[in-house]
Every structure is written in structure tokens, then in C-alpha cells.
């Protein structure tokens, strides 16, 4: 039968996607790459940002649409869910998988059309994967913001990030000094258009490369102008409590429509600010050691680093008890090889640094990336290959070089092999 095709393409791709026969077309594309699926990248953009450039784009491509458009600061991994945008552009966000004749395939239509092979028992729960991986990579630091319901972590990773010069902070939380009313009052305040200074009354840490943080749900915080790799929940909701930033041209107001993201239609100006406060944990927001209690020390984890191969824990932990995402770096030393090995779960792996290969694909990492090109830095390992493959074999093909990348996986993966975050740990 004849495949078809939709009548759309990806930004500035040529690609023909496939309109159905997504559950065939997934497992056959995984079989042709020895249970790796090379996925073709998905850059977003937003109009409220400015790229901080390290995610390897052609200058020029960054605003595609000019100075006056949206302009890209992230790169969606793995994901089989769109972008919330408004930028109007077909399959934004969305994860595609190449097959070897040349085509692409949605991610979400092979995780609904075939679960079982994609995610495994955790898509009855979950009803999809449950969960990305993202570079969020902003040239100033982001505004005092939440996620109502989306948990998220970041791995701050050198090698994405050639132009940190150790100077740079992310705000968490609020002072213990920090009210409910004064919190009311900076919301109030966002509502008439006022600057409301709310990021001078946060807690803030300085970024070190090599560790993680983890964020949970209705947190206030503001990562730092660097570039993060944040897995997270399978969602785009966030709210802007910060009513002004900072950018090169100066202060900006950022507009009440990201304040008012997700609120329930109707309310009159106080209304929305009583609802809008009331979505803020408050309690947990000014803890006064919510820095030490989600700052993610890396772990190396022994079991697998010997040889050529050191393989470190980011991203970790269990809050309230149940594991969300996690993500793990590794290195690959010149010349060496190693099989990678992991829970029977979907994982998605995206390189930094290097060339190899990784199954049968070739992987290459690159710069002056243009929008439309298909790339070798990023893949997905379906929960069939990882329950049943023995692991992926990962080569160096490089003479000099180390060939670094991450991986992460969704909820549930590890269990009791993953490491405990200090929030765990904390005495009461």
C-alpha cells in the first residue's frame, strides 16, 4: 500500500510526514537503526525572548522571521507533545522520527499508535510518554515565573555552554520576609502594568556547571542566562509573576497575557489576583533552605563508569515519592566504545560534544546548524528496545575528541536504583 503523506512540512523542511501508518512505520524505522530511532530537531521559538546562541544555530537563524517575529532560545527533545506558542507553525515542539526511506514520523502518532512498543505498561498511567527533554537557552535571565502543574529540572552542562563566565545567577523562591500580601500586592501591581521588583526579593544561587536543580510545581524561579537542559513534565503550562526584565535595549514590560496563562475565564482584576496567589505555594517558596534542599550534586555512577566510559547522575530524585524524569551525562573517551544500558523504558539520548556512531546511526554534533537540516545529535530508544536489545552499542570514532551526551528517561524508570536529591534527605 502506498504510504501517505500530509500536505504540511516542517519549518524550513522538505520532508514528507506521514499521515498514517505511524505504528508500522515506528517499528520498522527502529529495526533499520538496531533499536534507535534518529530523530529530527525541533527548535522553538518565543516572542517574549532573546537567544542567548548556544544552541548552535546559524546566526541569522535565530530570528527566521526578523528582528520584529519570535525568536528561537529552545530545543525540544524527544517530545510528542506541541509547543504552546501561538507562532502558528506546523508540528512546533513536536519530536519526528526519520525512517530510512526518507520520510518523517510524528512521535505522537507512534506513541499512540503503538504503546506498547514505544512507552511500555506506564501508558496506561500516563496516556503518552509523561515527559521531554529540553535546552532552554535565554540571553538574560528569565523573569520570576511558575508551572502550575509541570515539575522541571535543569542540568547545566559546559559543554552547551561556551560563553558562561561564571557569573551567572538563577533566582528560587522568595525572602521568609516575603508576605502573602506583599505577594498580592506584586501581582496587583503586574495587573495595572507597574514594575513589581519581584525578582529582588527571591533567594538566588550561582550557577556551577556540572550540577542539576530541581524545581517543583507552583515555585517561583528565574533561570539564569545560560543554556539548561531541563527534562520536565509533558506540558508547556507557565505563568510570569515578574512584571519587567531586563534586555539588552533595557527594562521590559513583559504584558499581563503571561500572567494571565491558564486562569479560568471571568474573573474581575482582584479576582484574578486572589486565584493568581493562591496558585503560588507560598510555604514552600520561602523556605529558607530551598536552595541546598534542590540543588543536585552530580553522582557518578559506578556500576557502569570503567575504562573509557564516565557516566554521572543530574538530574534525580523523588518528590512526594514519586519519580518524575531523570537524566544522566556521560563521556566516551577517544577511541573507545561501550554498550549503554538502562531501565526498560523509553530514553531520549542527545549528544553535546563528539562523533560516533550510536546502533546502526552515524551521530555528529555540529554548529551553524540551519533551520530544516536534518541532524546526527539526537535519538530516542523505545521501551521495547530497551526491554528486550541488551543495550545500545555507543563508539568513538574520534581520535581526540570525547563523544558526551545525556540521556533521560520518564517516570517510574529506575526505581529504587535512583539516587536520592537532598529534599529526600533533609532532616525535618
Known amino acids: 500500500m502506498a504510504q501517505r503523506f500530509l500536505d504540511v512540512h516542517l519549518y524550513r523542511s522538505?520532508?514528507?510526514?506521514?499521515?498514517?501508518?505511524?505504528?508500522?512505520?515506528?517499528?520498522?524505522?527502529?529495526?533499520?537503526?538496531?533499536?534507535?530511532?534518529?530523530?529530527?530537531?525541533?527548535?522553538?521559538?518565543?516572542?517574549f525572548c532573546l537567544p542567548g546562541k548556544n544552541l548552535e544555530l546559524a546566526d541569522e537563524d535565530y530570528f527566521p522571521e526578523g528582528p520584529g517575529g519570535w525568536a528561537i532560545d529552545e530545543r525540544w527533545n524527544g517530545s510528542a507533545i506541541l509547543a504552546d506558542t501561538g507562532n502558528g507553525i506546523h508540528g512546533e515542539g513536536l519530536c519526528h522520527f526519520h525512517h530510512p526511506d526518507g520520510f518523517l514520523i510524528p512521535m505522537d502518532a507512534a506513541v499512540?499508535?503503538?504503546?506498547?512498543?514505544?512507552?511500555?505498561?506506564?501508558?496506561?498511567?500516563?496516556?503518552?510518554?509523561?515527559?521531554?527533554?529540553?535546552?532552554?537557552?535565554?540571553?538574560?535571565?528569565?523573569?520570576?515565573?511558575?508551572?502550575?502543574?509541570?515539575?522541571e529540572a535543569y542540568n547545566f552542562n559546559a559543554w552547551r555552554n561556551k560563553r558562561y563566565r561564571n557569573d551567572c545567577h538563577t533566582s528560587i523562591g522568595l525572602l521568609s520576609t516575603?508576605?502573602?500580601?506583599?505577594?498580592?500586592?506584586?501581582?496587583?501591581?503586574?495587573?495595572?502594568?507597574?514594575?513589581?521588583?519581584?525578582?529582588?526579593?527571591?533567594?538566588?544561587?550561582?550557577?556551577?556547571m556540572g550540577t542539576g536543580f530541581f524545581t517543583r510545581v507552583r515555585t517561583l524561579h528565574g533561570p539564569a542566562a545560560v543554556n539548561t537542559e531541563e527534562p520536565?513534565?509533558?506540558?508547556?503550562?507557565?505563568?510570569?509573576?515578574?512584571?519587567?526584565?531586563?534586555?539588552?535595549?533595557?527594562?521590559?514590560?513583559?504584558?499581563?497575557?503571561?500572567?494571565?496563562?491558564?486562569?479560568?475565564?471571568?474573573?474581575?482584576?482582584?479576582?484574578?489576583?486572589?486565584?493568581?496567589?493562591?496558585?503560588?505555594?507560598?510555604?514552600?517558596?520561602?523556605?529558607?533552605?530551598i536552595v541546598e534542599k534542590h540543588l543536585l550534586r552530580p553522582i557518578v555512577d559506578k556500576s557502569v563508569s570503567e575504562g573509557g566510559f564516565r557516566d554521572e547522575w543530574r538530574v534525580y530524585g523523588k518528590p512526594e515519592g514519586d519519580e518524575l524524569f531523570s537524566?544522566?551525562?556521560?563521556?566516551?573517551?577517544?577511541?573507545?566504545?561501550?554498550?549503554?544500558?538502562?531501565?526498560?523504558?523509553?530514553?531520549?539520548?542527545?549528544?553535546?560534544?563528539?562523533?560516533?556512531?550510536?546502533?546502526?546511526?552515524?551521530?555528529?554534533?555540529?554548529s551553524g546548524i540551519r533551520l530544516g537540516e536534518p541532524l546526527d545529535d539526537e535519538f530516542v530508544i523505545p521501551y521495547d528496545a530497551a526491554m528486550n536489545g541488551g543495550g545500545v552499542r555507543l563508539v568513538n570514532t574520534s581520535d581526540t575528541e570525547p563523544l558526551v551526551g545525556t540521556r533521560c528517561w520518564g517516570p517510574e524508570a529506575w526505581g529504587h536504583l535512583l539516587p536520592k536529591a537532598p529534599f529526600e534527605t533533609w532532616p525535618n
Open 178 to 208: 516575603f508576605t502573602e500580601e506583599m505577594l498580592l500586592q506584586a501581582i496587583r501591581d503586574f495587573i495595572a502594568g507597574k514594575d513589581n521588583h519581584i525578582r529582588a526579593h527571591a533567594r538566588h544561587f550561582l550557577v556551577e
Open 232 to 289: 520536565q513534565r509533558d506540558r508547556d503550562d507557565f505563568r510570569f509573576y515578574q512584571s519587567h526584565v531586563l534586555c539588552p535595549d533595557g527594562e521590559v514590560f513583559l504584558g499581563q497575557e503571561l500572567l494571565y496563562r491558564h486562569l479560568p475565564e471571568g474573573l474581575d482584576d482582584e479576582a484574578r489576583a486572589q486565584r493568581l496567589a493562591s496558585d503560588i505555594d507560598l510555604r514552600r517558596n520561602q523556605d529558607p533552605f
Open 327 to 366: 537524566l544522566k551525562q556521560f563521556e566516551l573517551a577517544p577511541r573507545e566504545e561501550t554498550i549503554l544500558t538502562g531501565p526498560a523504558a523509553l530514553c531520549i539520548i542527545h549528544f553535546c560534544h563528539g562523533q560516533g556512531t550510536i546502533g546502526k546511526h552515524k551521530v555528529e554534533v555540529k
Open 112 to 151: 499512540h499508535g503503538a504503546p506498547s512498543f514505544m512507552v511500555g505498561p506506564m501508558y496506561r498511567t500516563l496516556g503518552g510518554t509523561g515527559f521531554y527533554n529540553k535546552e532552554f537557552d535565554n540571553l538574560y535571565p528569565l523573569g520570576h515565573h511558575s508551572h502550575p502543574w509541570k515539575p
Open 14 to 47: 522538505t520532508l514528507n510526514i506521514l499521515a498514517d501508518g505511524a505504528a508500522q512505520a515506528v517499528q520498522a524505522a527502529a529495526e533499520a537503526g538496531g533499536g534507535v530511532l534518529r530523530c529530527f530537531p525541533s527548535f522553538v521559538g518565543r516572542k
